[in-house]
């Protein structure tokens, strides 16, 4: 089973974008989504220096526009996509790429959204001064203790021994003096502490955006940054990258949610490394590619014939799938419930427990139910179909 992902803000590099240039078409669509997003991802992703892109509200489009122009040249018919990824994500921003690729938001969707996150994240660090720092080794949960009570916020918990700590520059300069047993403290350099409560100004600017904003389901399991658990309704993804910029990334939920998928094989999409690195040392076995030049394409197609499968999820209007959203045991909410029964929307079918969480799933668009997969006490796996529905009369007819 193969996994792609999209990294997120800092594993941008100058010139990263130049030999994608001689790709045809690449150069183009990259003029393209530079006049939606009114940056210019050419002259960025070529000419500029490190200062330059390393301004939020440059590389955030930046990073989205090259993962959208460099997936098509991995996939130059994008429905074939479907029928060799099964799993997608991204680090922070890269959630964004990975909406885009599962059918959730169009390309130009995307590029506006990122261009107001940028712009609304950059104006947020601008109002206080404010900072994050890599801290690498140590114990986690001591790291995320010390953190907090200086009043720091782990705001990237990335797996492999790699967490991110964010807020004031006072804290973080006190956090660095006397760091965990064992961590080694590296500042980051960054315009202030993104996915933390500094970062709600921006909230509360795309949450105004996204009303405006139409989504499709998920055409395969993407993972969330906010638990890593497989999310398949289109409007709970929006929802979830709205919510993201205030709150921490759990990359290590992710992978663990790539692990319990069963998948075998991982391609991070330009600029890429950062993310590879960390599945190497988290997911031992997984296959894995950093897909940085296209002369690197013919690696990739190779590993994608190895490993890529259909993905799980069909988007056909006759039925629907509720699935998953984490591993665990599955109790039915209401066992009376059966074959050709109604769902109304957003009704609950039942709970996924595990040692860890429980959560609450519902049936996002209701419909008829044609058939229980499971049954209540069955244990499931992140992204297992759950119930098959019939859509609701009005969707048909649509």
Do not use: Y
């Amino acid at each position: 089973m193969l996994v792609v992902v999209a990294p997120g803000q800092g594993s941008q590099a100058p010139g990263f974008l130049a030999p994608w240039l001689e790709v045809p078409g690449v150069e183009a669509r990259l003029e393209w989504l530079s006049v939606v997003s009114g940056v210019d991802l050419v002259e960025h992703g070529t000419r500029s220096d490190a200062d330059t892109i390393r301004d939020t509200a440059i590389a955030q489009p930046l990073l989205v526009g090259a993962g959208l122009v460099t997936l098509l040249s991995l996939f130059p018919h994008p429905a074939e996509a479907f029928t060799r990824v099964a799993v997608g994500a991204g680090h922070s921003v890269g959630e964004i790429t990975a909406a885009a690729a599962a059918g959730v938001l169009t390309a130009e969707q995307a590029m506006v959204f990122v261009r107001e996150r940028g712009r609304a994240m950059a104006e947020a660090a601008a109002l206080t001064p404010t900072g994050m720092s890599a801290v690498l080794g140590g114990d986690a949960d001591e790291v995320v203790a010390a953190a907090t009570a200086l009043g720091l916020t782990a705001a990237n918990i990335n797996g492999a021994g790699q967490i991110v700590v964010a807020g004031t520059l006072e804290a973080l300069a006190a956090f660095t003096d006397a760091p965990p047993e064992k961590a080694r403290v590296r500042p980051l350099q960054v315009a202030g502490a993104f996915h933390t409560e500094f970062m709600s100004p921006a909230v509360d600017v795309l949450t105004r955006h996204s009303r405006s904003i139409s989504t499709h389901d998920p055409r395969i399991h993407l993972l969330s940054n906010a638990d890593g658990r497989v999310v398949h309704d289109g409007r709970d993804v929006l929802a979830r990258l709205v919510a993201q910029v205030s709150r921490p990334v759990r990359w290590d939920l992710c992978m663990a949610t790539m692990a319990d998928l069963g998948v075998t094989g991982l391609i991070e999409i330009p600029p890429a490394g950062t993310l590879t690195g960390l599945a190497k040392r988290a997911l031992p076995g997984v296959e894995t590619l950093a897909l940085n030049t296209p002369d690197d394409l013919d690696a990739a197609w190779a590993l994608v014939e190895r490993h890529g499968v259909p993905s799980p999820v069909d988007d056909a209007p006759t039925w629907r799938l509720v699935v998953a959203p984490m591993k665990g045991i599955f109790h039915r909410a209401d066992t009376a419930v059966g074959v050709g029964d109604p769902l109304p929307r957003s009704a609950q079918i039942g709970r996924v427990s595990n040692l860890r969480d429980t959560v609450e799933v519902t049936a996002p668009h209701g419909g008829t139910v044609v058939e229980w997969i499971v049954e209540d006490g069955d244990p499931v796996s992140p992204g297992q179909p759950l119930v098959r529905l019939h859509p609701r009369q009005e969707e048909v007819s649509a």
